[in-house]
């Protein structure tokens, strides 16, 4: 009876030793791979941080356009075999330069500068951060420039300009030489003479006679639905819903995509991104964060322009932006709101160049541009900005692969991009229909 007893009571012992050990077991196991804690995890970090790393931010953040002068005659150049923002981009992305210190904020003193030949200039279509162009300044500084001044005979100190408010910083740099880039930009083989204008808040480049420019072609590719699905929604089965032109894509009730049935144009919708970035550089920074989570092909996607709570990113041919017709004339438009973020994009990608017969297309003097525009009855006070772009259009009805690009003055009034003629024919109403704008177009 003792024995049998003591033999209970050791085999008890052992049952509660291996169902403790179970636990411990299995509790390390639940908590180390369950998929679904994981991801929440992983989600919430993702959605705290949205870093990209200096050399992403160069690849998109890159100027435009440059600018020197010869003879006191300013020109604006491109050259094909030297792509000059590029060359300047990788010259500086290396340095350690001190921090930036404002020389002055004055009208008078920034048009002398402008008009200096000691400089070349290299600018962004609108304005970016520092904190955007330097790595070591704090990621939160909003101080904004548009504008590179680059000494010609020396390479001590750079500046950069805010056409905006006049404002000028001025950076000073170690073991950096421009000479090879400022070689390439005075013998650049495209050189089109020019004059600085102030429009609205930026120096933009007048051109003084009529301008001869190519139009290209490109054959083109487009992803399907299902890929932006998968990467904006998930792979869990999103509901489908067709409606008329378009089909609208939910992944509950915090995700929608909505995409039209016979054009490239998307829009993304997710409610739960409802805090609008604090400052600037938050802004760009993480707004280029989403476009990224789209899958668009980069090679030539460049920041563009930003309003507001709006960022835009374009495709670029030379340095030129490329326009999609419709309303949505953007490659891709980011809008922070507090009630969810929306992203209207197209999938259409430029991806090879055809060789044509050197057709070109001839644009009229700016300021010739300019006096139609008054001439229709808009003030200068309404012409936020007036540039050269290039028109994506259909070269075949029966090849819907083969887009040709043509130039043409593009206008931006009411936060509004049209082409000229687009302007010229319009009675300046405001389109407000977000159907037609994902309908219409490529």
């Known amino acids: 009876m003792r024995f049998k007893d003591k033999f209970s009571r050791v085999g008890l012992r052992v049952s509660l030793i291996v169902m403790v050990a179970l636990s411990i077991a299995l509790s390390a196991i639940i908590w180390g791979s369950d998929a679904r804690f994981s991801r929440i995890e992983g989600t919430s970090n993702q959605t705290q941080t949205k870093d990209l790393g200096q050399r992403s931010l160069r690849d998109i953040y890159l100027p435009t356009q440059t600018f020197y002068f010869k ?152 992803e399907s639905d299902s890929y932006f699905v998968y990467r904006l929604l998930g792979s869990n089965n999103p509901s489908q819903h067709n409606s008329g032109d378009t089909i609208t894509y939910s992944n509950g009730v915090y995700e929608r995509l909505i995409a039209a049935k016979h054009t490239h144009n998307y829009e993304y919708i997710d409610y739960q991104q409802d805090k609008v970035p604090k400052t600037i550089s938050r802004k760009l920074n993480d707004s280029l964060y989403f476009v990224r989570k789209i899958g668009l092909t980069e090679p030539d996607l460049r920041f563009f322009d930003a309003d507001d709570n709006t960022v835009i990113y374009q495709n670029y041919v030379e340095e030129y932006p490329i326009f999609l017709p419709g ?54 006070k309404d012409i936020e900005r007036i540039i050269i772009g290039y028109t994506a259009k259909s070269a075949n009805s029966k090849n819907k692969k083969l887009v040709d690009l043509e130039p043409a003055y593009y206008v931006k009034i009411n936060k509004q991009w049209k082409t000229l003629d687009e302007w010229l024919n319009t009675n300046n109403q405001i389109e407000n229909s977000r159907k037609e704008g994902l309908v219409d177009g490529l």
Do not use: C
């Open 327 to 380: 309303k949505y004339k953007m490659r891709a438009q980011v809008k922070f709101a507090s009630n969810g973020m929306t992203i209207n994009f197209n999938s259409l990608d430029l991806q090879i160049p055809i060789p044509t017969n050197g057709d070109k297309k001839t644009l009229i003097p700016t300021s010739e541009a300019m006096d139609q525009l008054y001439q229709k009855g808009y003030h200068r």
């Open 71 to 222: 003879n006191k005659q300013m020109y604006q150049v491109y050259d094909t075999k030297n792509n000059l923002p590029l060359e300047f981009s990788k010259l500086t992305q290396s340095v350690k330069p001190l921090l930036p210190i404002r020389v002055w904020s004055s009208q008078t003193k920034y048009e002398k500068l402008l008009r200096n030949s000691d400089y070349v200039q290299l600018t962004y279509p609108d304005q970016i951060t520092i904190s955007l162009f330097l790595t070591n300044v704090r990621k939160n500084d909003s101080r904004e420039f548009n504008r590179f001044f680059v000494p010609t005979k020396s390479s001590q100190y750079i500046y950069l300009g805010n056409d905006e408010n006049y404002t000028v910083y001025r950076v000073r740099l170690s073991d950096v030489s421009f000479k090879n880039l400022v070689d390439h930009i005075q013998t650049a083989r495209t050189q089109m003479p020019v004059t600085l204008e102030k429009v609205h808040d930026d120096y933009l480049p007048f051109y003084d006679k009529n301008s001869s420019l190519p139009v290209y072609s490109y054959l083109t590719n487009e």
